[in-house]
C-alpha cells in the first residue's frame, strides 16, 4: 500500500540553505523512503529569517506515523541534540495520503427545528 506525504522544513540558522540540503540528502537516502519531488527553497514570512522548503515522499512499507518517525530522525541528525527551541532545522509533515487510515466520521447534528415549530 502506497502512503504519500509531503514534509515542510524550515532552516533558521547558520547557513540555512546548507541545513536545507543536508535535510533532502538524508531523507533521500532513509531506507523505505522514495523523494518524488523537492521544492526550491524560499524565505518563509514571520519576524524570523528561516528558509523554507519541501519534499514529497512516498513509501510501500510504512504508515503516515513511520514518516514522521523518519521526519524526527532526520531532524534529529542535523540539529546534532540542540533543543527543540533553538535547533536549525525543523521537519514537519504538511499532508498526507495513508489508504490504511481510520477516518473519523463526521459528527451528526440533527437539523434545527423550522422557525415556530414546537421544539
Known amino acids: 500500500m502506497t502512503v504519500q506525504a509531503v514534509m515542510g522544513l524550515r532552516a533558521r540558522a547558520g547557513s540555512r540553505e546548507a541545513l536545507l540540503r543536508a535535510a533532502f540528502d538524508l531523507v533521500d537516502t532513509a531506507p523505505d523512503l522514495t523523494v518524488e519531488a523537492r521544492s526550491l527553497v524560499w524565505e518563509c514570512a514571520g519576524p524570523e529569517l528561516e528558509l523554507c522548503a519541501a519534499v514529497g515522499l512516498v513509501t510501500e512499507t510504512g504508515t503516515l506515523d513511520a514518516l514522521r518517525d523518519a521526519a524526527q530522525v532526520v531532524q534529529d541528525r542535523v540539529n546534532r541534540d540542540i533543543p527543540a527551541d533553538s535547533a536549525p532545522l525543523r521537519m514537519e ?19 434545527p427545528p423550522p422557525a415556530g415549530s414546537p421544539t
Open 93 to 111: 509533515l504538511l499532508w498526507g495520503h495513508d489508504p490504511a487510515g481510520v477516518a473519523t466520521p463526521p459528527t451528526r447534528v440533527p437539523p
